[in-house]
C-alpha cells in the first residue's frame, strides 16, 4: 500500500461499495424469493444487519475509534485526558476507577481527522467474564489498540495482549509513568514482552509488535515540590504540577493515521461485515436446511432420468451442466444469496477443480457410456431385444452416475454457499485480500497481514 491518499481512498471506496452491496441485499424482502419472509430467519440475523449497517455508518462519519485497554492503575484514564488536553476522565489512586467503558471525542490539532478515544475498565477486576466480554467486542469495533503498562510487564498483562491480538487489529503497546521509570526503553520492553512468550506466542508476537510500536509517555506526571524562599526568610515547598508527556504518542497515532488510517477503517468495515455475512449464511442454511435437501434430491432425480433417457451423448452432458449450474442457483436462491448465472459457473468450475478427479472422472465415465448408448441405437437396430437391452443397462448406469454427480455438486456448493457475499466479486474477503495485496513493509497493518489473510 502506497503512503499518498489516493490508494487509501481506493480501500475506503471498496469498503463502502462492499458493505453497500451486503445491505442492499441482505436488508431487501425480495431475497426471500416467491418464498414469504422467514421470521424466525430475520430474527436471528437482526443483529446481524446492524453490525453491517452501523460500520457502513461509521465509514461515512469517517471516525477513527481508539480504544485504551490495560489493568487497573496503568493510567488508562490519565492517557486519554492528556491526549484530549483536559481532565474528561475520572482518575485517582483506587483501584477500578473506570466501572464501563467511556467515550470521547478527540480532534488533534491538525484538525484533519476525528478520533473517538474509548476508555475501557481493568481487565482484571472483578466479573471478570463479563469484562473479557466486553473486552472482546470494543476490540472488534476498534481501528487502532492502546495497550497500557507501567514498570515491569506481568504474565497477566503479556495474556492480556495476546487475546487482544485476536482482534487482529493494530496495536501500540503505550509505556506509562516513565517518569517513574527512567531507566526503561523500548529495547528493554520488546525484550521481556520476548522473555514472557513461549514458543509459537513468541513468534507471533515478534511479527506483530516491534519496538517501532511501543511508545513512552508520561501522561499524569509525579508532581514536583519547589522550595519557596518568602521575602521575610522564611522556607516553603510547594507543589508544582508537571505537564503531560504524551507529544510522541500524538506523534505515533497521527503518523498511523496519515499514512493509512482510511485503509484501517476499511479493513475493520470489512472484517465486522464478513464475520456478519457469514454469520447470516450460517444461519439461513440451517434454518432452511430440510428445503434445500429437497431441492437437491429433486435435482438429483430429474437430472438421473433426463440424461438416462436421452439418446444423444453431446446432450447427455450439456444437459448434465446445465442441471448442475440451475442447482447451484436454485440453492442460492434458496438460501436468499447473490448468484449470477457467471458466478453460477465460476462456482462449478471451483467444486470441478476441488473434487480432484472424483466429478471430472463420473463426468468422461457418463460421456462414455453416452457414446455407448448412442451407438446401440444407430447399430444393430433399436427394436431389437438385445438393442433395448444394451440401451437400458447404459442409460440406468449413466443415469445413476448422472444423479450422483448432482448430489455431490449440491453438497459442495451448499459449504460454498456458506460464505455468503463474502467471496463474490464485492464481498468483504475479496477486498480485504485486495488491499492485503498492495500492503508495504512500512505500514502497521503489513505486520497484520498474514494473520489477516489466514482469517479471510
Same mark, same amino acid.
Given at each position: =500500500? ?29 431475497? !426471500? ?57 475520572? +482518575?485517582? $489512586?483506587?483501584?477500578?476507577? %473506570?466501572?464501563?467503558?467511556? %467515550? ?29 466480554? =466486553? ?34 487489529? $493494530? ?56 522550595? #519557596? ?49 457469514? !454469520?447470516?449464511?450460517?444461519? %439461513? ?9 429437497? /431441492? ?47 458466478? @453460477? ?18 463426468? &468422461? ?26 440401451? @437400458? ?12 454427480? @448432482? ?16 467471496? &463474490?466479486? /464485492?464481498? $468483504?474477503? +475479496? #477486498? ?8 508495504? &513493509? ?15
Amino acid at each position: =500500500m502506497t503512503a499518498n491518499s489516493s490508494s487509501q481512498q481506493t480501500h475506503f471506496n471498496q469498503a463502502r461499495a462492499s458493505l453497500s452491496q451486503a445491505l442492499s441485499w441482505y436488508g431487501n424482502s425480495r431475497r !426471500h424469493g416467491k418464498s414469504f419472509p422467514n421470521s424466525e430467519l430475520q430474527a436471528a440475523v437482526k443483529e446481524d444487519l446492524q453490525i453491517i449497517k452501523a460500520a457502513y455508518e461509521k465509514l461515512d462519519e469517517t471516525v477513527i475509534r481508539i480504544a485504551t485497554f490495560g489493568l487497573v492503575s496503568r493510567g488508562k484514564s490519565a492517557v486519554v485526558n492528556a491526549l484530549v488536553g483536559k481532565k474528561v476522565m475520572t +482518575t485517582g $489512586p483506587v483501584n477500578g476507577v %473506570t466501572r464501563w467503558p467511556q %467515550t470521547i471525542r478527540w480532534t488533534p490539532s491538525s484538525g484533519k481527522v476525528q478520533i473517538e478515544l474509548i476508555d475501557t475498565p481493568g481487565l482484571d477486576e472483578v466479573e471478570g467474564e463479563e469484562r473479557a466480554a =466486553m473486552a472482546r467486542t470494543i476490540a472488534q469495533q476498534a481501528d487502532l489498540i492502546l495497550f497500557i503498562v507501567a514498570g515491569d510487564i506481568t504474565r497477566t498483562e503479556y495474556r492480556g495482549l495476546c487475546e487482544l491480538r485476536e482482534a487482529k487489529k $493494530p496495536i501500540l503497546l503505550v509505556f506509562n509513568k516513565v517518569d517513574l521509570y527512567p531507566d526503561k526503553d523500548r529495547q528493554v520492553i520488546y525484550q521481556q514482552l520476548r522473555e514472557l512468550g513461549t514458543g509459537k506466542e513468541k513468534d507471533e508476537l515478534t511479527e506483530l509488535l516491534s519496538p517501532q510500536e511501543i511508545v513512552m509517555v508520561s501522561a499524569e506526571p509525579a508532581p514536583l515540590y519547589v522550595r #519557596v524562599e518568602q521575602a521575610n526568610g522564611e522556607i516553603s515547598y510547594e507543589r508544582e504540577e508537571q505537564p503531560p508527556q504524551v507529544e510522541a504518542l500524538k506523534e505515533a497515532i497521527l503518523s498511523i493515521l496519515n499514512r493509512e488510517g482510511r485503509s484501517l477503517l476499511a479493513l475493520n468495515a470489512l472484517l465486522q461485515a464478513q464475520t456478519a455475512e457469514n !454469520h447470516i449464511a450460517t444461519e %439461513t442454511m440451517r434454518l432452511r436446511q430440510e428445503d434445500a435437501e429437497t /431441492l437437491i434430491w429433486n435435482y438429483t432425480r430429474y437430472k438421473a432420468i433426463a440424461v438416462a433417457v436421452n439418446p444423444i451423448a453431446i446432450v447427455d452432458l450439456i444437459g448434465g451442466t446445465v442441471a448442475d449450474l440451475a442447482l447451484i442457483r436454485g440453492l442460492a436462491r434458496l438460501y436468499g444469496l447473490p448468484m449470477t448465472s457467471y458466478e @453460477a459457473g465460476k462456482l462449478w468450475r471451483r467444486i470441478l477443480i476441488s473434487s480432484g478427479s472424483l466429478l471430472l472422472g463420473e463426468m &468422461g465415465t457418463g460421456a462414455l457410456l453416452g457414446l455407448g448408448k448412442s451407438g446401440a441405437i444407430i447399430g444393430s437396430g433399436f427394436g431389437t431385444p438385445g438393442a433395448i437391452a444394451s440401451y @437400458a443397462g447404459l442409460a440406468a448406469t449413466q443415469g445413476a452416475i448422472a444423479g450422483f454427480g @448432482a448430489y455431490s455438486v449440491g453438497k459442495v456448493a451448499q459449504e460454498y454457499l456458506k460464505q455468503g457475499c463474502s467471496w &463474490g466479486p /464485492l464481498g $468483504p474477503s +475479496t #477486498v480485504i485480500k485486495d488491499i492485503l495485496s498492495q500492503v508495504e &513493509g512500512d505500514t502497521i497493518i503489513y505486520r497484520l497481514k498474514q494473520e489477516l489473510i489466514s482469517w479471510v
